[in-house]
């Protein structure tokens, strides 16, 4: 090649270079306008501290002012090891000629995976720059988690909006400091960022203003098509709900029924996202006659339903339907997340009241007793509510606005990792049917979800007997079917240690209770065909803690689908004859019914 060709080659990326830059400052305009266009429409935030975050962090300066010694003796230390680190990162960009080893500091927090592209390791610089971040987001939270005395509830609250900043002030998200972006944009001549742009300008349009980061390929997945396709109908409904029956894989079935209840914060199909990973085509196969609730994305018309709107006109008519379309007097009841809080109620006012329609209750990671419940509760407190409360004057809390909670409880996962992969290196996110579904969030009516944070979260009333449905009071003590009860180890949602404790204040004399591996998903929809994970169980429940009940219990690899079949079984009646969905009640329409398909968000 020709000194000519060269110069026009390089000519021609020039020309590219800047073209992309025009497109980035032009296609930047726009994000921001949009962004400014929807905060004028909304006429600003209504509240300076919506998360009521500044009672907290006062408490917290206060704690730390009464404490000077301890604070000055801690920053002593950071700056001796902020010293150490700068010694040590200086002899490696010298080239001293000695092995220089990475430093392991008492305040160091172990690099995520956004540290994996190798020169944030190769490179002297940006070693240093991932060291010193792991080290003083270490030293932070370290500080705000042990410094002086403060109420435990208080403290939480500090540590999880400290590591929210923690989070997002790591120097991946940022295109100077993250090697991996910078090479993109070197290597690409900027169309990494081009790219990047117009998804971030994509995701504002879809949020009206507020950017919904993608997780996934969104055309990739369709309910009914590639998920949700176990074959089925909806054989009744009403406002809030469509009743599927699944067809029988078996030419004889278990005489007692199975209804699930899952939650309606998130729709039904988690537990049924493809043939491979689908509970509910499981425990077709295994001969039982299965049917699900899916419950309606709200919207205005919903505005009116309350907690025993969900109860009653919900669960119990749904069971009522199943004994009439099978032509039994009980059946088995399985149920998730606030799905199992719903159940757990329900079944108390049905023991207070004699009511002997279920047989046997299983709880997937559900939460009873609200004492301890994780980080959402750091969340929820009177004032937030309040706040809260005032926002849904349309009656039900968007979906997005529900996204937006979970996402912060895994901020790393699913809302950095993506600002990066997805805007500043231009890739596409890969398709994932768990994130789908994830991304295909629901509403709640407004005064359910008031219900459900003030009686549970805030003042714990089921625990304690104070709770009042239907006019009766009710407690974990009028649970008296047989319980299976499953949490799962890693669970930030609905904590082990938490489960543990509603199960264990049930009076039932049949309590199982089953501890799984991985987390508030893997755990439970973890087919025995991939052979993942673990569980524990110990019929032991004398035990206070957790923890307790750990030293006793027997670890047993794989899924607790089997276990659970096995307990079932024996609580499921004699064989009969396979039943048809609808035979009695009618087919509205084939599974998964319409209800599932909206995805209506009210903005």
Same mark, same amino acid.
């Given at each position: 090649?020709?000194?000519?060709?060269?110069?026009?080659?390089?000519a021609?990326?020039?020309?590219?270079?800047?073209?992309?830059?025009?497109?980035?400052?032009?296609?930047?305009?726009?994000?921001?306008?949009?962004?400014?266009?929807?905060?004028?429409?909304?006429?600003?935030p209504?509240?300076?501290?919506?998360?009521?975050?500044?009672?907290?962090?006062?408490?917290?300066?206060?704690?730390?002012?009464?404490h000077?010694?301890?604070?000055?003796?801690?920053?002593?230390?950071?700056?001796?090891?902020?010293?150490?680190l700068?010694?040590?990162?200086?002899?490696?960009?010298?080239?001293?000629?000695?092995?220089?080893?990475?430093?392991?500091?008492?305040?160091?927090?172990?690099?995520?995976?956004?540290?994996?592209?190798?020169?944030?390791s190769?490179?002297?610089?940006?070693?240093?720059?991932?060291?010193?971040?792991?080290?003083?987001?270490?030293?932070?939270?370290?500080?705000?988690?042990?410094?002086?005395?403060m109420?435990?509830?208080e403290?939480?609250?500090a540590?999880?909006?400290?590591r929210?900043?923690?989070?997002?002030?790591?120097?991946?998200?940022?295109?100077?400091?993250?090697?991996e972006?910078?090479?993109?944009?070197?290597?690409?001549?900027?169309?990494n960022?081009v790219?990047?742009?117009?998804?971030?300008?994509e995701?504002?349009?879809r949020?009206?203003g507020?950017?919904?980061?993608?997780?996934?390929?969104?055309?990739?997945?369709?309910?009914g098509?590639?998920?949700?396709?176990?074959?089925?109908?909806?054989?009744?409904?009403?406002?809030?709900?469509?009743?599927?029956?699944?067809?029988?894989a078996?030419?004889?079935?278990?005489?007692?029924p199975?209804l699930?209840?899952?939650?309606?914060?998130?729709?039904?199909?988690? =537990? $049924?996202?493809?043939?491979?990973?689908? +509970?509910?085509?499981?425990?077709? &196969? %295994?001969?039982?006659? /299965?049917?699900?609730?899916?419950?309606?994305?709200?919207d205005?018309?919903?505005?009116d339903?309350?907690?025993?709107?969900?109860?009653?006109?919900?669960?119990?008519?749904?069971?009522?339907?199943?004994?009439?379309?099978?032509?039994?007097?009980?059946?088995?009841?399985?149920?998730?997340?606030?799905?199992?809080?719903?159940?757990?109620?329900?079944?108390?006012w049905?023991?207070?009241?004699?009511?002997?329609?279920?047989?046997?209750?299983?709880?997937?990671?559900?939460? =009873? $007793?609200?004492e301890?419940?994780?980080? +959402?509760q750091?969340?929820?407190? &009177? %004032?937030?509510?309040? /706040?809260?409360?005032?926002?849904?004057?349309?009656?039900y809390?968007?979906?997005?606005?529900?996204?937006?909670?979970?996402?912060?409880?895994?901020?790393?996962?699913?809302?950095?990792?993506?600002?990066?992969?997805?805007?500043?290196l231009?890739?596409?996110?890969?398709?994932?049917?768990?994130?789908?579904?994830?991304?295909?969030?629901?509403?709640?009516?407004?005064r359910?979800?008031d219900?459900?944070?003030?009686?549970?979260?805030?003042k714990?009333?089921?625990?304690?007997?104070?709770?009042?449905?239907?006019?009766?009071?009710?407690?974990?003590?009028?649970?008296?079917?047989?319980?299976?009860?499953?949490?799962?180890k890693?669970?930030?949602?609905?904590?082990?240690?938490?489960?543990?404790?509603?199960?264990?204040e049930?009076?039932?004399?049949?309590?199982?209770?089953?501890?799984?591996?991985s987390?508030?998903?893997?755990?439970?929809?973890?087919?025995?065909?991939?052979?993942k994970?673990?569980?524990?169980?110990?019929s032991?429940?004398?035990?206070?803690?957790?923890?307790?009940?750990?030293?006793?219990?027997?670890?047993?690899?794989?899924?607790w689908w089997?276990?659970?079949?096995a307990?079932?079984?024996?609580?499921?009646?004699?064989m009969?004859?396979?039943?048809?969905?609808?035979?009695?009640?009618?087919?509205?329409?084939?599974?998964?019914?319409?209800?599932?398909?909206?995805?209506?968000?009210?903005?």
């Open positions: 090649m020709t000194d000519s060709d060269d110069q026009d080659t390089l021609e990326q020039g020309h590219h270079v800047a073209h992309n830059m025009a497109e980035v400052f032009d296609i930047s305009s726009q994000i921001w306008q949009k962004f400014m266009a929807a905060q004028m429409q909304e006429g600003g209504k509240h300076a501290d919506p998360l009521n975050t500044l009672p907290t962090f006062t408490e917290l300066y206060r704690t730390m002012w009464d000077p010694q301890e604070v000055a003796d801690r920053t002593l230390e950071f700056w001796s090891e902020q010293t150490a700068w010694q040590n990162s200086m002899r490696r960009l010298l080239g001293t000629g000695e092995p220089v080893e990475p430093l392991n500091l008492p305040h160091m927090m172990k690099a995520d995976k956004r540290f994996a592209h190798k020169e944030w190769e490179n002297a610089v940006f070693d240093y720059i991932k060291q010193s971040y792991l080290l003083t987001s270490g030293w932070v939270q370290d500080t705000v988690n042990t410094v002086g005395e109420d435990p509830k403290r939480r609250k540590a999880f909006y400290t929210q900043f923690v989070e997002a002030m790591n120097p991946a998200n940022f295109f100077a400091l993250n090697p972006v910078l090479e993109a944009t070197v290597t690409e001549k900027g169309d960022l790219r990047g742009l117009k998804m971030m300008l995701d504002l349009e949020g009206k507020k950017l919904q980061i993608r997780q996934t390929d969104m055309d990739a997945f369709e309910v098509r590639n998920t949700a396709i176990t074959d089925g109908a909806v054989i009744w409904q009403n406002d809030i709900l469509q009743l599927i029956q699944y067809a029988p078996t030419e004889k079935v278990r005489q007692r199975l699930i209840i899952p939650p309606w914060i998130n729709k039904y199909y988690v =537990l $049924d996202l493809n043939p491979k990973k689908s +509970l509910v085509k499981w425990l077709v &196969d %295994q001969g039982n006659t /299965v049917f699900v609730v899916s419950w309606v994305n709200p205005r018309r919903h505005r339903k309350t907690w025993e709107s969900y109860m009653f006109e919900g669960a119990s008519a749904a069971i009522d339907r199943v004994l009439e379309e099978t032509g039994q007097k009980t059946l088995n009841v399985a149920s998730y997340c606030i799905g199992g809080t719903l159940t757990g109620t329900l079944t108390a049905m023991g207070k009241k004699k009511d002997r329609r279920v047989h046997s209750a299983t709880f997937f990671t559900a939460q =009873l $007793d609200f301890d419940a994780g980080e +959402l750091i969340m929820v407190d &009177d %004032q937030t509510i309040n /706040v809260i409360d005032e926002e849904m004057d349309s009656g809390m968007p979906a997005s606005k529900m996204a937006e909670a979970f996402n912060l409880l895994r901020s790393n996962d699913l809302i950095w990792g993506y600002m990066v992969s997805n805007y500043l231009g890739k596409e996110p890969f398709p994932f049917d768990l994130l789908y579904w994830n991304a295909d969030s629901t509403a709640m009516p407004a359910v979800h219900f459900y944070l003030r009686e549970f979260y805030i714990n009333n089921f625990a304690k007997g104070n709770l009042v449905v239907d006019g009766v009071n009710v407690t974990l003590a009028d649970i008296r079917m047989p319980v299976y009860h499953v949490a799962t890693e669970d930030h949602i609905a904590p082990a240690a938490s489960v543990y404790r509603g199960a264990k049930m009076k039932a004399a049949d309590v199982r209770f089953v501890l799984s591996g987390g508030h998903i893997a755990g439970v929809v973890n087919p025995p065909d991939r052979n994970y673990q569980y524990w169980t110990n032991d429940m004398a035990h206070e803690s957790l923890e307790g009940w750990l030293t006793g219990a027997e670890e047993t690899a794989g899924s089997p276990d659970w079949d307990w079932l079984k024996s609580r499921s009646g004699r009969v004859n396979a039943r048809e969905p609808g035979r009695v009640l009618g087919v509205v329409e084939p599974a998964p019914g319409a209800y599932v398909k909206v995805r209506f968000d009210g903005e």
